[in-house]
């Protein structure tokens, strides 16, 4: 689980990360929930511009296995998504940190990053679940 360990980002119990940037934010699914849902093979990603609470939908990613649907970690307006990994999803499981990031957005309320777990938290919280 050595990839899981990011201390600088935070994490969802839904398996999703955030890397804050300022006032912007990059998001995109763990190696853990890459890891459940096996080979990816389509990814669907929401517009720029498209705005969000935190909580929604915003993506559904597709394995040989299962359909998932992927979760807002904070409210934001999209400002740009990863078009590569629409082409190629399989990226997702080969660097889910790196080049496999799913969206940027501008941070609407930063207060909801309180809510979120830290690195150390949500490797407590996958070991629970193993």
């Known amino acids: 689980m050595s990839s899981e360990n ?3 980002l935070k994490y969802t119990p839904e ?11 990059i998001i995109g699914i763990t190696q853990y929930a890459q890891e459940a849902l096996g080979d990816l093979v389509y990814i669907e990603l929401p517009e720029v511009g498209q705005e969000f609470a935190s909580g929604d939908q915003f993506a559904v990613v ?3 296995k299962a ?14 998504t990863n078009n590569d ?3 190629t999803p399989e990226v997702l499981n080969t660097s889910p940190f790196d080049d496999g990031w799913l969206i ?3 941070i609407s309320n930063p207060a909801e990053l309180k809510e979120l777990m830290s690195c150390e938290d949500y490797t ?3 070991e629970g679940l193993e």
Request: hydrophobic share 40%.
């Open 62 to 64: 597709e394995s040989v």
């Open 6 to 8: 990011r201390e600088h």
């Open 15 to 25: 398996h999703e990360w955030i890397e804050v940037q300022d006032d912007t934010a």
């Open 85 to 87: 990994i629409e082409e």
């Open 67 to 80: 359909a998932s649907e992927v979760y807002m970690p904070i409210t934001g307006e999209i400002l740009d």
């Open 124 to 126: 407590a919280y996958v």
């Open 104 to 106: 940027k957005v501008r």
